[in-house]
């Protein structure tokens, strides 16, 4: 499995897996709506360039959103990548409880197409190139 690293920021970091046709989206830190509009950016330009509409979210890095950051996220953010052609994400998330919920609410409002939670990028990995 060969991979390229496609964007490099502070907050997240996104490699690609060409022959799989997937990228991996690391998250870190605290998230602030500017953060996520560049991230947004540059998923939107993954979608466009590069003809990878297959996604995990790594997010066990990220602090809890505040709420302007969440509404962000479920208003915007997961609408657009569903608008833009996102086909299937899995999602890594923390064993916190309370983390798992914001993110489970943010995606599931607005995400329709086929989401999958795991604890480890390597299920992730099988489920995301596999064709269930």
């Known amino acids: 499995m060969s991979s390229y690293l496609y964007y490099d920021a502070h907050f997240l970091k996104i490699e690609i897996f060409p022959q799989e046709k997937y990228a991996l989206l690391t998250w870190n830190g605290r998230l602030t709506v500017e953060c996520l509009e560049a991230g947004l950016t540059e998923v939107i330009k993954l979608f466009q360039q590069e003809g990878i509409f297959n996604i995990i979210g790594d997010n ?73």
């Open 60 to 132: 066990r890095l990220i602090k809890v959103p505040l709420r302007i950051e969440e509404q962000y996220m479920r208003e915007v953010f997961s609408p657009t990548m569903v608008k833009e052609g996102l086909q299937k994400m899995a999602v890594i998330v923390e064993e916190n409880v309370f983390a798992k919920l914001i993110i489970r609410k943010v995606i599931e409002d607005k995400i329709k197409v086929p989401v999958k939670y795991f604890n480890d990028v390597e299920k992730a990995k099988e489920w995301i190139i596999g064709d269930e």
